[in-house]
């Protein structure tokens, strides 16, 4: 972050300096976390349904924080720090992150989707990396937090920013979306995730669609063209599908998937024609390339540059992360989340994974509503029917997938919580054998995976 002084901090949050003085320092960066401070840096305290950052405001002055916002004052005012008052400190973050976005004129593209939209944004930030230093949001920055810490983020030596923005409720993106101001919008598809919240698919359609709201006036608009819900979209800007679909302009042919090893494809647009390798499994891997193809042609990248930065796509975290072990067993690290469209992805690259067995470990699928069970179930008739040889179910929801399995014809096994499965799990992952362990993020299947590596590393 750039040093911001008291002045213009206290300006963009349209906040009073309660105690002013001269020779205090700048702001170097920013924390709303009173246990991760760097000197120099401005506390915001956060207010949650458990927790009110106020009440640690002190331990961040004396745990090195220059000064602070505050909704509330501290009984005592301390003459070394500044304290800045705000009627809402949620609200003022955005302020000050949007104040500071300002200082850049480079281009932005913010990112949404149900499913994807994590692989899409380190894909297209790969794509612009083979020519820009490119900010990208930070694993699980994508909120009204982590997003406004990211743009704090951006520093005189960045050329582009890539922002994941997520949400499960109707104005987050629209919120999120007043700070990046993109130049580029983009969503990955429409699915289920977060379907208890918003409705049905209409709903989530229409809360993502807020991504358009404070696009630049001269901006992109990049959808998932074989997405039939999105395909209802229209939209005052110029708009690029990205898709299998023939009404494409970035039209993916020639898919070859090649199991664990990844992919390639070809993508093909009005300027160009790639040929491109992409280092990680699953054929709709080739959404994310092609919509970093059309990202990457609206901001000045050649040939060569975009078929170098599809190449060098990184998976963040557990998403589809390839775990090898002796004796030629494979875990597919797939635990960051689940809904239905990705687990079916992520079973179908299992089901073409060359190897001696395919064991998959699935766990419960949270906000789904009305969906949870018959969802559920679904996953684990899928599993039988794409012959993986036997699945172990985890959790309270996921009885209904050892259902679907078992009356499938299907081997499984059913346990309520991690620790009863791990000693199975252990026993199923002989060698020769893949297995792909995919939940979602609360049910912290991470877990199991560095106690499966453990046990084999």
Not at 156 to 167: D, F, K, L, S, W
Not at 230 to 248: A, I, K, M, W, Y
Not at 254 to 259: L, N, S, T, V
Request: with cysteine; charged share 20%.
């Amino acid at each position: 972050m750039q040093p911001m002084t008291i002045q213009e901090i206290a300006a963009a949050v349209s906040g009073i300096w309660w105690n002013p003085k001269e020779g205090l320092p700048a702001v170097s960066a920013v924390s709303t976390d009173s246990r991760k401070l760097v000197p120099g840096c401005l506390f915001i305290p956060w207010v949650g349904e458990r927790f009110n950052g106020h009440d640690f405001i002190d331990a961040a002055l004396d745990g090195g924080a220059v000064g602070c916002l505050c909704a509330k004052l501290p009984t005592n005012i301390r003459d070394d720090k500044f304290y800045i008052k705000v009627d809402d400190t949620r609200l003022a973050l955005r302020a000050l992150a949007s104040a500071y976005r300002d200082k850049f004129r480079i281009p932005f593209v913010q990112i949404t989707g149900s499913v994807g939209k994590t692989t899409t944004k380190e894909m297209v930030a790969a794509v612009l990396g083979a020519k820009y230093r490119c900010l990208k949001t930070p694993e699980n920055f994508n909120n009204d937090i982590g997003t406004p810490l990211t743009l704090l983020g951006l520093s005189p030596e960045h050329q582009a920013a890539v922002i994941e923005t997520g949400m499960n409720h109707f104005g987050e993106i629209e919120y999120l979306g007043q700070m990046v101001r993109p130049d580029v919008a983009v969503i990955s598809n429409i699915g289920d995730a977060h379907i208890e919240y918003l409705g049905s698919r209409q709903g989530i359609l229409r809360a993502k669609s807020e991504i358009f709201d404070h696009l630049n006036k001269d901006g992109l608009v990049v959808l998932n063209g074989d997405d039939a819900l999105l395909d209802t979209v229209n939209v005052p800007f110029r708009t690029v599908r990205c898709g299998q679909s023939e009404h494409c302009q970035a039209r993916i042919t020639e898919i070859a998937d090649h199991g664990v090893e990844g992919i390639t494809c070809t993508v093909t647009t009005e300027r160009d024609r790639y040929a491109l390798t992409i280092p990680a499994p699953g054929a709709y891997m080739a959404y994310s390339a092609s919509i970093a193809v059309a990202v990457g042609e609206e901001l000045g990248l050649s040939r060569e540059e975009i078929i170098r930065g599809v190449a060098a796509y990184e998976p963040a975290g557990s998403r589809m992360r390839i775990v090898r072990l002796p004796e030629g067993r494979i875990i597919l690290d797939d635990c960051y989340n689940a809904n239905p469209q990705s687990v079916t992805a992520a079973l179908e690259v299992l089901a073409k994974t060359e190897c001696d067995r395919r064991v998959a470990v699935l766990g419960d699928m949270g906000e789904l509503g009305s969906l949870t069970e018959q969802a559920h179930y679904n996953m684990g008739a899928l599993a039988s029917m794409l012959g993986i040889d036997f699945v172990v179910a985890i959790g309270t929801k996921a009885i209904k997938i050892a259902d679907g399995t078992a009356q499938s014809g299907g081997g499984v096994l059913h346990f309520a919580t991690k620790e009863e499965a791990i000693g199975s799990l252990k026993e199923q992952l002989g060698p020769g054998t893949a297995m792909l362990v995919k939940a979602s993020h609360a049910m912290h299947f991470g877990q199991l995976v560095d106690q499966l590596r453990k046990t084999y590393d």
